[in-house]
C-alpha cells in the first residue's frame, strides 16, 4: 500500500524556517508527482507546491513561491518543502500528495492518487 508520510511539522516563531519531508511507503517504481497541501481551521485545502520526479519539474502557488522551495533529497529518499520567512498565517496542517505519473490503461486516476495524514505547523507572532 503506498502511503505518503510527513515530518518535520512543530512549532516556530514568526520569521523562522521549517522544513518538511515526505516519503512514499510502500512505494514502486514508478514516478510521483509529490505536492505539498496545506488546510488551516476554517478553510480550504490550498496547494502550495509540486515536485515532478520524471523529469524535476517544479510549481508552486503565488503566494508563496517566494518563501518556500520544493526539491528531492536523494539521499533520504524524501521530497522537502523548505518554508522560510514563516508566518502565524502560514499555521496549518500540512499533508503531502502523491500522484503516479504513470497508471494501467483504463485505470481510474482516484487509485493512483494518495494523501499523507498530515503534520502540523503552528507560528507563533
Known amino acids: 500500500q503506498v502511503q505518503p508520510v510527513e515530518s518535520g511539522g512543530g512549532l516556530v516563531q514568526s520569521g523562522g524556517s521549517l522544513r518538511l519531508s515526505c516519503s512514499i511507503s510502500?512505494?514502486?517504481?514508478?514516478?510521483?508527482?509529490i505536492s505539498w497541501y496545506r488546510q488551516a481551521p476554517g478553510k480550504e485545502r490550498e496547494f502550495l507546491a509540486t515536485f515532478r520526479e520524471s523529469d524535476g519539474a517544479t510549481r508552486y502557488a503565488d503566494s508563496v513561491k517566494d518563501r518556500f522551495t520544493i526539491s528531492r533529497d536523494n539521499a533520504r529518499n524524501t521530497v522537502d518543502l523548505q518554508m522560510n520567512s514563516l508566518k502565524p498565517e502560514d499555521t496549518a496542517v500540512y499533508y503531502c500528495?502523491?500522484?503516479?505519473?504513470?497508471?494501467?490503461?483504463?485505470?481510474?486516476?482516484?487509485?493512483?492518487?494518495?494523501w499523507g495524514q498530515g503534520t502540523q505547523v503552528t507560528v507563533s507572532s
Open positions: 500528495f502523491a500522484r503516479s505519473e504513470s497508471r494501467p490503461q483504463g485505470s481510474s486516476q482516484d487509485d493512483y492518487d494518495y
Open positions: 510502500g512505494r514502486t517504481f514508478v514516478k510521483y508527482a
